[in-house]
Protein backbone atom coordinates (compact mmCIF):
# COMPACT_ATOMS: atom_id res chain seq x y z
CA UNK A 1 0.00 0.00 0.00
CA UNK A 2 1.04 3.59 -0.67
CA UNK A 3 2.21 5.72 1.92
CA UNK A 4 1.87 9.89 0.63
CA UNK A 5 1.39 12.01 2.84
CA UNK A 6 -0.02 15.52 1.68
CA UNK A 7 1.06 18.99 2.39
CA UNK A 8 -0.20 22.23 1.26
CA UNK A 9 -0.07 25.76 2.01
CA UNK A 10 -2.81 28.08 4.17
CA UNK A 11 -4.71 29.08 1.20
CA UNK A 12 -5.83 26.07 0.75
CA UNK A 13 -10.43 26.13 1.53
CA UNK A 14 -10.04 23.03 3.99
CA UNK A 15 -12.20 22.87 7.32
CA UNK A 16 -10.66 21.66 9.97
CA UNK A 17 -12.63 18.63 10.32
CA UNK A 18 -10.93 17.78 6.77
CA UNK A 19 -7.63 18.92 7.95
CA UNK A 20 -8.02 16.03 10.57
CA UNK A 21 -9.77 13.56 8.77
CA UNK A 22 -7.19 13.46 6.51
CA UNK A 23 -4.31 13.79 8.31
CA UNK A 24 -2.87 17.19 6.08
CA UNK A 25 -0.37 19.13 7.03
CA UNK A 26 -0.56 22.96 6.04
CA UNK A 27 2.45 25.62 5.89
CA UNK A 28 1.40 28.98 6.48
CA UNK A 29 1.86 32.02 4.83
CA UNK A 30 2.13 35.54 6.37
CA UNK A 31 0.59 38.98 6.06
CA UNK A 32 2.49 41.97 6.74
CA UNK A 33 0.04 44.94 8.05
CA UNK A 34 1.56 48.30 9.27
CA UNK A 35 4.85 46.72 10.30
CA UNK A 36 3.49 43.70 12.53
CA UNK A 37 3.88 40.07 10.84
CA UNK A 38 0.75 37.93 10.74
CA UNK A 39 0.82 34.10 10.38
CA UNK A 40 -2.14 32.69 8.94
CA UNK A 41 -3.95 30.38 11.41
CA UNK A 42 -1.07 30.74 13.60
CA UNK A 43 -1.39 34.57 14.58
CA UNK A 44 -4.22 35.30 13.11
CA UNK A 45 -7.57 34.09 11.55
CA UNK A 46 -9.48 34.46 8.46
CA UNK A 47 -11.91 35.41 10.53
CA UNK A 48 -10.23 38.01 12.52
CA UNK A 49 -8.34 39.78 9.25
CA UNK A 50 -11.05 41.68 7.57
CA UNK A 51 -11.46 44.26 10.63
CA UNK A 52 -7.72 44.25 10.62
CA UNK A 53 -6.80 45.10 6.78
CA UNK A 54 -9.74 47.90 7.80
CA UNK A 55 -8.10 49.12 9.90
CA UNK A 56 -4.37 49.31 8.39
CA UNK A 57 -3.42 52.32 7.03
CA UNK A 58 -1.82 50.54 4.44
CA UNK A 59 -2.08 47.60 1.90
CA UNK A 60 -0.98 44.19 3.97
CA UNK A 61 1.97 42.66 2.17
CA UNK A 62 1.84 39.53 1.64
CA UNK A 63 5.11 36.73 1.76
CA UNK A 64 5.46 33.04 1.09
CA UNK A 65 6.42 30.38 3.77
CA UNK A 66 10.27 30.15 4.13
CA UNK A 67 12.01 27.65 1.88
CA UNK A 68 13.36 26.20 5.08
CA UNK A 69 9.66 25.96 6.76
CA UNK A 70 9.29 23.46 3.72
CA UNK A 71 12.02 21.35 4.04
CA UNK A 72 11.43 21.14 7.62
CA UNK A 73 8.40 19.44 7.31
CA UNK A 74 9.42 17.82 4.19
CA UNK A 75 11.94 15.98 5.78
CA UNK A 76 9.91 14.79 9.31
CA UNK A 77 7.31 13.62 6.86
CA UNK A 78 9.77 11.45 4.98
CA UNK A 79 11.40 10.22 8.05
CA UNK A 80 9.84 6.98 7.87
CA UNK A 81 10.27 6.12 4.25
CA UNK A 82 6.60 7.83 3.64
CA UNK A 83 6.46 10.03 -0.14
CA UNK A 84 5.22 13.59 -0.05
CA UNK A 85 2.48 15.35 -2.23
CA UNK A 86 3.25 19.12 -1.58
CA UNK A 87 -0.15 21.11 -3.31
CA UNK A 88 0.16 25.04 -3.85
CA UNK A 89 -2.05 27.53 -4.64
CA UNK A 90 -1.78 28.89 -7.88
CA UNK A 91 1.95 30.56 -8.97
CA UNK A 92 0.06 33.41 -10.49
CA UNK A 93 -0.76 35.12 -7.21
CA UNK A 94 1.97 33.58 -5.15
CA UNK A 95 5.44 32.22 -5.32
CA UNK A 96 4.61 29.22 -2.69
CA UNK A 97 4.93 26.70 -5.50
CA UNK A 98 8.52 28.05 -6.39
CA UNK A 99 9.47 27.86 -2.81
CA UNK A 100 8.17 24.50 -2.08
CA UNK A 101 10.48 23.30 -5.56
CA UNK A 102 13.19 24.81 -4.08
CA UNK A 103 12.42 22.91 -0.93
CA UNK A 104 11.73 19.63 -2.48
CA UNK A 105 15.47 19.39 -4.29
CA UNK A 106 16.92 20.14 -0.72
CA UNK A 107 15.14 17.62 1.40
CA UNK A 108 15.82 14.21 1.98
CA UNK A 109 12.55 13.00 1.04
CA UNK A 110 10.74 11.64 -2.23
CA UNK A 111 8.49 14.91 -2.66
CA UNK A 112 6.82 15.73 -5.52
CA UNK A 113 4.96 19.20 -5.73
CA UNK A 114 1.83 20.04 -7.69
CA UNK A 115 1.29 23.73 -8.95
CA UNK A 116 -2.79 23.31 -8.45
CA UNK A 117 -3.27 26.15 -10.56
CA UNK A 118 -6.39 27.08 -8.52
CA UNK A 119 -6.78 28.22 -5.03
CA UNK A 120 -9.22 28.57 -1.86
CA UNK A 121 -11.85 25.65 -2.02
CA UNK A 122 -11.10 24.31 -5.76
CA UNK A 123 -7.59 23.62 -3.97
CA UNK A 124 -9.38 21.49 -0.99
CA UNK A 125 -11.57 19.92 -3.64
CA UNK A 126 -8.08 18.47 -5.25
CA UNK A 127 -6.36 17.39 -1.74
CA UNK A 128 -9.46 15.75 -0.38
CA UNK A 129 -9.93 13.49 -3.77
CA UNK A 130 -6.34 12.48 -3.06
CA UNK A 131 -6.62 12.23 0.41
CA UNK A 132 -9.04 9.76 -0.29
CA UNK A 133 -7.30 7.91 -2.89
CA UNK A 134 -4.16 7.54 -0.77
CA UNK A 135 -6.45 5.57 1.83
CA UNK A 136 -7.63 3.50 -0.08
CA UNK A 137 -3.99 2.41 -1.23
CA UNK A 138 -3.59 4.37 -4.74
CA UNK A 139 0.09 5.09 -6.03
CA UNK A 140 1.61 8.80 -6.76
CA UNK A 141 0.45 8.48 -10.16
CA UNK A 142 -2.67 7.27 -9.69
CA UNK A 143 -3.06 10.23 -7.30
CA UNK A 144 -1.96 12.99 -9.41
CA UNK A 145 -4.38 11.60 -12.78
CA UNK A 146 -7.45 12.31 -9.69
CA UNK A 147 -5.64 15.85 -9.48
CA UNK A 148 -5.67 17.14 -13.13
CA UNK A 149 -9.14 15.84 -13.37
CA UNK A 150 -10.16 17.51 -10.66
CA UNK A 151 -8.20 20.81 -11.64
CA UNK A 152 -9.53 20.57 -15.22
CA UNK A 153 -13.20 20.42 -13.68
CA UNK A 154 -13.43 22.92 -11.22
CA UNK A 155 -14.56 26.39 -11.79
CA UNK A 156 -13.79 29.59 -10.09
CA UNK A 157 -15.21 32.81 -10.55
CA UNK A 158 -15.05 36.00 -7.77
CA UNK A 159 -16.43 39.50 -7.78
CA UNK A 160 -14.98 42.39 -6.59
CA UNK A 161 -16.94 45.11 -5.28
CA UNK A 162 -14.36 47.58 -4.46
CA UNK A 163 -11.07 48.44 -6.56
CA UNK A 164 -9.27 49.89 -4.15
CA UNK A 165 -6.93 46.78 -2.91
CA UNK A 166 -6.58 45.69 -6.61
CA UNK A 167 -5.17 49.83 -7.43
CA UNK A 168 -2.97 49.43 -4.14
CA UNK A 169 -1.61 46.58 -5.13
CA UNK A 170 -0.46 47.93 -8.54
CA UNK A 171 -2.91 45.77 -10.30
CA UNK A 172 -4.71 48.70 -12.31
CA UNK A 173 -4.12 52.30 -12.23
CA UNK A 174 -5.50 54.74 -9.57
CA UNK A 175 -6.99 56.72 -12.14
CA UNK A 176 -8.74 54.05 -13.48
CA UNK A 177 -9.45 52.64 -10.24
CA UNK A 178 -10.80 56.12 -8.57
CA UNK A 179 -13.04 56.71 -11.56
CA UNK A 180 -14.34 52.86 -11.68
CA UNK A 181 -15.05 53.28 -7.63
CA UNK A 182 -16.91 56.63 -8.36
CA UNK A 183 -19.05 55.08 -11.10
CA UNK A 184 -20.14 52.05 -8.80
CA UNK A 185 -18.20 49.50 -11.61
CA UNK A 186 -17.97 45.96 -10.00
CA UNK A 187 -15.63 42.84 -11.61
CA UNK A 188 -16.59 39.19 -12.39
CA UNK A 189 -13.44 37.52 -12.61
CA UNK A 190 -12.54 33.68 -13.21
CA UNK A 191 -9.29 31.65 -13.05
CA UNK A 192 -8.72 29.86 -16.24
CA UNK A 193 -5.74 27.43 -16.08
CA UNK A 194 -4.13 28.96 -13.53
CA UNK A 195 -5.03 32.75 -14.38
CA UNK A 196 -7.29 35.68 -13.77
CA UNK A 197 -9.01 36.54 -16.61
CA UNK A 198 -11.84 39.54 -16.39
CA UNK A 199 -15.16 38.50 -17.53
CA UNK A 200 -17.35 41.43 -16.60
CA UNK A 201 -17.24 45.10 -15.60
CA UNK A 202 -20.07 46.75 -14.97
CA UNK A 203 -21.91 49.62 -13.11
CA UNK A 204 -23.63 48.02 -9.72
CA UNK A 205 -24.92 44.87 -9.06
CA UNK A 206 -27.49 44.00 -12.04
CA UNK A 207 -24.72 42.93 -14.18
CA UNK A 208 -22.78 40.57 -11.70
CA UNK A 209 -26.55 38.59 -10.75
CA UNK A 210 -27.10 38.24 -14.39
CA UNK A 211 -23.87 36.83 -14.75
CA UNK A 212 -24.17 34.71 -11.94
CA UNK A 213 -27.46 33.41 -12.80
CA UNK A 214 -26.24 32.19 -15.84
CA UNK A 215 -23.32 30.44 -14.28
CA UNK A 216 -26.07 28.86 -12.04
CA UNK A 217 -28.06 27.40 -15.42
CA UNK A 218 -25.18 26.07 -16.24
CA UNK A 219 -24.49 24.18 -13.58
CA UNK A 220 -28.06 22.86 -13.36
CA UNK A 221 -27.78 21.47 -16.77
CA UNK A 222 -23.99 20.75 -17.60
CA UNK A 223 -22.38 17.43 -15.90
CA UNK A 224 -23.13 16.50 -12.26
CA UNK A 225 -21.79 19.14 -9.68
CA UNK A 226 -19.71 16.88 -7.12
CA UNK A 227 -18.61 20.37 -4.59
CA UNK A 228 -19.45 23.05 -3.96
CA UNK A 229 -17.58 26.37 -2.17
CA UNK A 230 -18.53 30.12 -1.38
CA UNK A 231 -15.46 31.80 0.13
CA UNK A 232 -15.68 35.89 1.03
CA UNK A 233 -14.78 38.93 2.77
CA UNK A 234 -17.43 39.85 4.48
CA UNK A 235 -19.87 39.08 1.31
CA UNK A 236 -22.87 39.66 3.63
CA UNK A 237 -26.59 39.88 1.76
CA UNK A 238 -25.10 39.03 -1.40
CA UNK A 239 -23.07 35.57 -0.36
CA UNK A 240 -26.90 35.03 1.38
CA UNK A 241 -28.51 34.95 -1.59
CA UNK A 242 -25.59 32.55 -3.51
CA UNK A 243 -25.73 30.12 -1.03
CA UNK A 244 -29.95 29.93 -1.09
CA UNK A 245 -29.92 29.78 -4.59
CA UNK A 246 -26.91 26.87 -4.82
CA UNK A 247 -29.13 25.31 -1.88
CA UNK A 248 -32.55 25.10 -3.94
CA UNK A 249 -30.44 23.83 -6.65
CA UNK A 250 -28.03 21.16 -5.06
CA UNK A 251 -29.94 20.22 -1.50
CA UNK A 252 -28.07 17.00 -1.48
CA UNK A 253 -24.73 19.08 -1.68
CA UNK A 254 -22.96 20.37 1.71
CA UNK A 255 -22.34 24.23 0.90
CA UNK A 256 -18.88 24.91 2.49
CA UNK A 257 -19.20 28.73 3.58
CA UNK A 258 -16.03 30.53 4.75
CA UNK A 259 -14.42 33.57 5.00
CA UNK A 260 -11.41 33.40 2.88
CA UNK A 261 -7.66 33.60 3.59
CA UNK A 262 -5.67 36.88 4.67
CA UNK A 263 -3.63 36.49 1.35
CA UNK A 264 -6.46 36.31 -1.09
CA UNK A 265 -8.90 38.83 1.17
CA UNK A 266 -5.91 41.30 0.55
CA UNK A 267 -6.53 41.18 -3.17
CA UNK A 268 -9.52 41.07 -3.31
CA UNK A 269 -10.65 43.75 -1.07
CA UNK A 270 -14.08 43.90 1.43
CA UNK A 271 -17.10 42.46 0.21
CA UNK A 272 -15.62 39.85 -2.51
CA UNK A 273 -17.19 36.82 -2.84
CA UNK A 274 -16.64 33.75 -4.96
CA UNK A 275 -18.38 30.50 -6.12
CA UNK A 276 -16.32 27.68 -6.61
CA UNK A 277 -17.06 24.09 -7.65
CA UNK A 278 -16.45 20.85 -9.53
CA UNK A 279 -18.25 18.60 -11.56
CA UNK A 280 -17.54 14.91 -12.05
Given at each position: MANIKIVTDSSAGLTEEEIKQYNITIVPLSVMIDGTIYVE????????????M???????KTSQPPIGKFVDVFDRLGKDGSEVLCVNMMESISGTVHAAEQAAAMSSAEVTVVDSQVTDRCLAFQI?????????????????????????TSKIYLAIMKLDNLVAGGRISRFSGALSNLLNIKLMLEVVKGQIEIKL???GMKPIN?????????????KKVTGIGISHVRGGAE????????TELFPDIKIVERTTVPIIATHTGMGAYCLLYYTE
Open positions: RETITAEEFPDVEAAKSLPIEAAKLIEQGADMAEVLAKMENVRDKGRKFLNDVYADMAAGVEKMKAKL
